[in-house]
């Protein structure tokens, strides 16, 4: 099953990138491609994960409600360059860029971005530590920022 998967949708995605590691199925959004082609023509990215099946979003310890179930979202971990923070932390200005993005979460070696229904939402979360959610980016950058500095 994994060669029929091994096909361009676009410039810079394909389909084997998104697809679940344990059963290899793939349900993704036609507009959440479009978008993570965007971004890949400004920021190099990996998607740490795409769509999962229940079994493996279990396994990853994901929301039983997951929107990578749903095929409408991605983690997305920014290629290193230099410092990793601050690469984590262009990734997320420039998703907070994109309107179609209504969820955006800020991790410290990722950024998890979603298509949900309604009002956006941003968030951070460190190992260990339950999630924060604020309502606006710049809140989120003040406190990942300080979070890493100290």
Not at 22 to 49: A, M, W, Y
Not at 119 to 130: C, H, I, L
Request: aromatic share 10%; charged share 15%; proline share 3%.
């Amino acid at each position: 099953m994994r060669e029929i998967n091994n096909f361009q949708l676009t410039q810079y995605v394909n389909l084997q990138q998104l697809e679940c590691p344990c059963c290899h199925q793939v349900k993704i959004s036609v507009k959440l491609v479009n978008i993570l082609d965007k971004i890949r023509e400004l920021i190099p990215v990996i998607v740490t994960s795409g769509y999962r099946c229940s079994n493996h979003n279990k396994e990853v310890g994901g929301a039983i409600n997951s929107f990578h179930i749903q095929g409408l979202a991605l983690d997305l971990h920014p290629i290193m360059i230099t410092n990793s923070n601050a690469t984590v932390i262009n990734l997320f200005n420039f998703a907070c860029g994109m309107p179609d993005l209504r969820g955006i979460g800020l991790y410290i070696h990722h950024v998890h971005i979603d298509l949900r229904q309604g009002k956006r939402a941003y968030w951070v979360k460190f190992q260990g530590e339950n999630y924060r959610y604020f309502s606006n980016s710049d809140l989120v950058l003040k406190y990942f920022k300080s979070k890493i500095s100290s």
